[in-house]
């Protein structure tokens, strides 16, 4: 069910959660930056369209938009593209160029309203500035976070995500075991390749988000996290030294089915 809400005064959330099967429940964020030029950051599933739209609109008049900033073209962040593109005819569409390509062999991406970004590369909103950031974990080559260089804000993307026991607006209902589980097994499930990662690289990038020193951390896959950065990123150099991810297979799918028709 998507639900909106503000987390600081310029940022608003578009926040549901994706139930995982035996496993527990994955926040799926979009934000809206109340910016001079109001820029929406990806567009939630398309399984509750309706819903999002609703959501949406409680917030802004679409026809306000100006930007709409897809952070990578996975299904959980572009399920409602199209229909924010066609409600918001004044916004252009900031995304990685290769985002762009992989969505066009799916639908007519408009090109005209598209605005290609790289990691570092910068857009001006009007009153402030956002960079495009590829964070230190990411599950799509097409990855551009962003730094809100106003409210100091980083939207991680699927970085910083996790797997929670239950639905929590707040972080701070998270038990400390949850949290850490749940951001461990969600950062190795999600980028399988940090187990085959040069020793150096990936403490280097998360050095650059200390660095960086976001006053919040915005993933689309937890709630907002204020005043944690140190915790939250001693949880993803942990993730090299844990045991890999292993999907269920055709046995476990079996189990699922048979549960859900009543079996054992
Ligand atoms: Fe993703
Ligand atoms: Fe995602």
Redesign the pocket.
């Known amino acids: 069910m998507a639900k909106a809400y503000e987390v600081i005064p310029d940022i608003e959330i578009i926040s549901s959660y994706f139930p995982i099967p035996n496993t527990g429940f994955l926040a799926v964020n979009a934000f809206l930056i109340k910016a001079k030029e109001p820029v929406l950051v990806d567009t939630g599933m398309g399984i509750e369209s309706e819903e999002f739209m609703e959501a949406l609109k409680t917030l802004i008049d679409p026809k306000d938009l100006k930007w709409v900033w897809i952070t990578h073209d996975?299904a959980?962040?572009t399920g409602n593209l199209k229909e924010v593109l066609e409600a918001a005819p004044n916004a252009r569409l900031v995304a990685n160029s290769l985002a762009v390509l992989r969505m066009s062999t799916a639908w007519p991406v408009p090109m005209d309203r598209v605005y290609w970004l790289n990691p570092g590369e910068s857009i001006d909103v009007g009153d402030r500035k956002l960079t495009a950031v590829r964070p230190p974990l990411f599950d799509n080559p097409t990855t551009i976070g962003i730094y809100d260089d106003k409210s100091e804000a980083f939207f991680s993307a699927?970085c910083f995500g996790a797997i929670v026991p239950s639905p929590v607006q707040n972080i701070d209902d998270l038990k400390e075991e949850e949290l850490s589980q749940g951001m461990i097994s969600w950062a190795g499930a999600d980028n399988p390749w940090i187990y085959m990662n040069k020793p150096g690289v990936l403490s280097q990038a998360l050095d650059s988000i200390r660095k960086m020193a976001p006053k919040i951390i915005l993933s689309?896959?937890l709630p907002p996290v204020q005043g944690k950065n140190e915790q939250l990123l001693d949880l993803l150099a942990k993730v090299p030294s844990s045991a890999p991810f292993v999907a269920p297979n055709q046995e476990a799918l079996e189990q699922i089915l048979a549960q859900m028709r009543g079996g054992n």
Do not use: P, Q
Request: proline share 0%; hydrophobic share 0%; charged share 50%.
């Open positions: 996975d959980d962040h699927d689309s896959h």
